[in-house]
């Protein structure tokens, strides 16, 4: 019976075609705007939310972690027993050398991060006191990113130090000198990178030997360990991480998608984020459903009558989901020129981020989700009895 | 090749409780092609019953249904529906239009339900719209129209696809006296200049005049009552 409709279905296209399909669907969405347009304001909210969390979804995780995901570099190396962690892992940069010579491994560069205060100036007000991060990196390795304005890090100035472009809505230019809170530490401004972010906060890039001096300024609390680093980051495609562990004792080296949910907060803060866009996939699919299948249903009648004088439910099913399909699509579409609309509109330091695949991933899922459930409506059809629409009268 | 309908010896039962009573009790009738035949009788008689059967909506218990040389009775419903799309015309209560759907497009979604819409479908429509005193509504919708024309569109729609036969179910129930003789009137005409084989089923006693035979349907059994002027009639009662 399946198969009998499937290939009378590419029969009617073929001597069809869209608008043979479409008439229905088409003459019945003129006919009636005002009902449709009831559906079509519900699915462009529910759209509209939809693409709002997950721009925020993926505002939050860029600022969570967006120097990590920037930095080209495919595996981590941290210390055993770290849980993927920079703030847990302490290593010695000698690992680095030895690292560099296990296969499948084409370059390593160490890295340290400290969380901060920025002093702007002998300045007590709130507003100039900005959280950073401070990532140590070797000047010239692969880690230092690309330079927006002004120069890179150099190993004889190591105060010299290179920020993301968000410290200018702070006030800070290049060549200005900010204090380290609770250090006698002060750096300067010489470069501005764009999207470096980490754990939320601007990150400042120093070389590695500055990053030393701020993090392990109390006496003892770098272990005892020589040249000591957070992580190591390695650079090449399929590394064994279990061949590294079993070569360096004490070590743990995992992807860099694995490090990133290592992060404090990230898996937490992205699950909440994925839970709320999952509940809110599966309330559209009802709602969307219920209000087809509610308009399917005050249409009994006028499908019985339909079907006594010939129509197929293949016909009749047809006339269904493509209305259904272009509703979404219309839905869609408005939903996404208000999310973008909203993002224009936005406060700067709102963590919102529009990805134009994420975007066209949620737009497709929304569109899947709406002719699926359309479908209980093409299983009613099918059932209407066309016997129902003969001696009724209305 | 027989053309015309025939129904010979139908019977259909419906379950109720544990046993099952005959809705139809061996109904047998033949419907020449340019013959218009009328089913009067009380509600619950059967009338509606019969009417699905002849109109392939409706598969009988027993006995046989010939729809243009083609024995129904059998068929799957997916065949049924195609059999009701190119052989029978359904002429049915005012108001059953699709409401969204034009005048010429209320004619036309017959053609759309089996492919596609040529000129030569368009232009036979619009004749047919014009024969019937449709012209000026080609593009007008069911709320705007009277009951007559309603009527009268689905008269037009019950012949788009050149049927051979035509059923048609209380036709008149919601038009007033004037309006009735109209649509019974046309309904005749073009049964006769067609050459359709036509039932109606009518309450309407003021509609008889226009019809060849008049049948009662009583508790489930067919009487011919009378035939109107020629012919001799073929064979009623079992």
Redesign the interface.
């Known amino acids: 019976m399946y198969l009998?409709i499937k290939s009378d279905t590419c029969v009617?296209y073929k001597?069809?075609?869209v608008e043979?399909i479409m008439?229905?669907a088409m003459?019945?969405l003129?006919?009636?705007k005002m009902r449709f347009l009831m559906i079509v304001i519900i699915f462009v909210l529910l759209a509209w939310l939809v693409f709002i969390l997950s721009g925020l979804g993926n505002g939050l995780s860029t600022l969570a972690a967006s120097t990590f995901k920037n930095m080209k570099a495919d595996y981590v190396l941290f210390e055993q027993g770290s849980q993927n962690a920079m703030g847990k892992s302490l290593l010695s940069d000698q690992l680095v050398e030895q690292v560099e010579q296990l296969p499948q491994v084409n370059a390593a560069s160490p890295m340290g991060s400290t969380m901060a205060t920025a002093l702007k100036g002998q300045s007590t007000k709130n507003e100039d006191k900005i959280d950073i991060a401070i990532i140590g990196i070797n000047p010239g390795s692969f880690l230092e990113p690309a330079i927006v304005e002004g120069s890179g890090l150099s190993a004889e100035n190591p105060n010299h130090v290179i920020v993301n472009v968000t410290m200018k809505d702070d006030g800070f230019k290049l060549g200005d000198t900010f204090q380290l809170d609770g250090s006698t530490e002060s750096l300067t401004i010489v470069g501005f990178v764009e999207n470096q972010t980490y754990n939320h906060v601007t990150a400042v890039f120093t070389p590695m030997e500055e990053w030393r001096k701020i993090t392990f300024a109390a006496p003892g609390s770098d272990k005892g360990i020589a040249g000591p680093v957070n992580a190591i980051m390695l650079q090449g495609k399929d590394i064994d991480s279990s061949a590294i562990n079993d070569k360096l004792p004490g070590t743990d080296t995992v992807t860099r998608a694995e490090a990133v949910q290592g992060m404090p907060g990230y898996k937490e803060e992205n699950g909440s984020i994925m839970m709320m866009l999952g509940f809110l996939l599966v309330i559209s699919a009802f709602v969307l459903g219920v209000f087809f299948y509610v308009i399917t249903m005050q249409k009994t009648?006028?499908f019985g009558?339909?079907?006594?004088?010939?129509?197929?439910n293949g016909?009749l099913s047809k006339a269904i989901v493509s209305q259904v399909f272009v509703l979404s699509l219309i839905s869609i579409v408005v939903g996404i020129l208000l999310t973008y609309g909203t993002a224009a509109i936005m406060p700067k330091g709102m963590p919102f981020k529009l990805e134009t695949n994420l975007v066209i991933i949620y737009s497709v899922i929304l569109l899947i989700i709406a002719v699926l459930s359309s479908l209980v409506s093409v299983r009613k059809i099918t059932k209407i009895d066309?016997?129902k629409?003969?001696?009724?009268?209305? | 090749m027989t053309k015309g309908l025939q129904i010979s010896g139908v019977t259909k039962y419906y379950a109720e409780g544990s046993g099952r009573i005959a809705a139809l009790d061996h109904v047998s009738l033949k419907v020449e092609p340019g013959e218009f035949v009328a089913v009067v009788g009380p509600s619950g008689s059967g009338k509606?019953t019969f009417?699905?059967i002849a109109?392939a909506?409706?598969r009988p218990s027993e006995g046989e249904v010939t729809v243009n040389g083609q024995l129904i009775s059998k068929l799957s419903d997916?065949e049924l529906?195609?059999?009701?799309?190119?052989e029978?015309?359904?002429i049915?209560?005012s108001?059953?239009?699709?409401?969204?759907?034009n005048v010429l497009?209320q004619v036309l979604?017959?053609k759309?339900?089996?492919?596609?819409v040529s000129k030569e479908d368009k232009a036979f429509a619009i004749q047919l719209l014009e024969e019937l005193g449709l012209g000026s509504k080609l593009k007008s919708?069911p709320e705007e129209l009277s009951g007559g024309e309603k009527q009268r569109t689905a008269i037009a729609?019950?012949l788009s696809?050149n049927p051979n036969v035509i059923l048609a179910?209380?036709p008149t129930?919601?038009l007033d006296t004037k309006r009735a003789h109209e649509v019974v009137e046309l309904i005749a005409h073009e049964v006769k200049s067609r050459r359709k084989a036509a039932i109606m089923v009518t309450h309407d006693e003021r509609m008889l005049e226009y019809c060849d035979k008049i049948y009662r349907m009583e508790d489930g059994t067919l009487s011919l009552l009378q035939t109107n002027q020629r012919e001799a009639m073929n064979l009623v009662k079992v």
Not at chain 1, 305 to 312: C, H, L, N, P, Q
């Open positions: 009998h009617r001597n069809g075609g043979q008439f229905l003459k019945e003129m006919h009636s009648n006028q009558i339909m079907k006594a004088i010939g129509a197929r016909f066309p016997l629409a003969l001696g009724r009268v209305e | 509606s009417l699905s109109g909506l409706l997916r529906s195609k059999i009701r799309l190119q029978i015309g359904f049915m209560q108001s059953n239009l699709v409401p969204y759907l497009d979604i017959v759309r339900m089996s492919g596609r919708y729609r019950a696809n179910d209380e129930a919601s």
